[in-house]
C-alpha cells in the first residue's frame, strides 16, 4: 500500500514539474506568438474533430445504440415471461396449500364422457 501512495505522490510531482516548466514558456511567449500558437491548435483541433470524431460519434449513434437498445428490450421480455411464470407457479402452490385445487375431470371421470357412454350402451 506505501508503494502505491509513494508512485502516487511522485507522479503528482511530476505533473507539477513539467506543466510548470511549460507555463513558464507560456508566459515568456509575447500575446501576438500566443495568439498565432492557439490559432494553429484550433486549426489542428478542428481537424480531428472533423475526420475523427464526427464519424465515431454517427457510427455509435446509428449502428451500436440501437442494437444496444433492441438487446435490452429482448432482455427486458424474457425477464418478463420468467417473471410471469414463477408468479403463476408461486399462485398454484398457495391454490395447494390452501386446498383449492382445481380436480380434472378430463377422460372417463368426465361428467361428459359419462353422458357419451350411457348413450352408447342404451
Not at 19 to 34: G, P, V
Not at 52 to 76: A, C, L, Q, S
Not at 108 to 114: C, H, Q, Y
Request: proline fraction near 2%; charged fraction near 30%; hydrophobic fraction near 40%.
Amino acid at each position: 500500500m506505501t508503494f502505491f501512495i509513494t508512485t502516487f505522490i511522485l507522479s503528482g510531482v511530476g505533473i507539477a514539474a513539467i506543466l510548470s516548466r511549460q507555463a513558464l514558456k507560456i508566459r515568456k511567449l509575447s500575446d501576438r506568438k500566443l495568439k498565432s500558437k492557439v490559432l494553429l491548435n484550433a486549426d489542428f483541433f478542428k481537424k480531428i474533430l472533423e475526420y475523427y470524431f464526427v464519424p465515431i460519434y454517427n457510427f455509435w449513434d446509428m449502428k451500436i445504440v440501437p442494437k444496444i437498445y433492441h438487446r435490452g428490450e429482448k432482455t427486458t421480455h424474457r425477464i418478463r415471461l420468467y417473471m410471469l411464470k414463477a408468479e403463476r407457479k408461486l399462485l398454484n402452490f398457495t391454490y395447494y396449500i390452501k386446498g383449492k385445487r382445481e380436480i380434472k375431470t378430463n377422460g372417463t371421470t368426465s361428467e361428459f364422457i359419462r353422458n357419451l357412454n350411457d348413450k352408447i350402451k342404451k
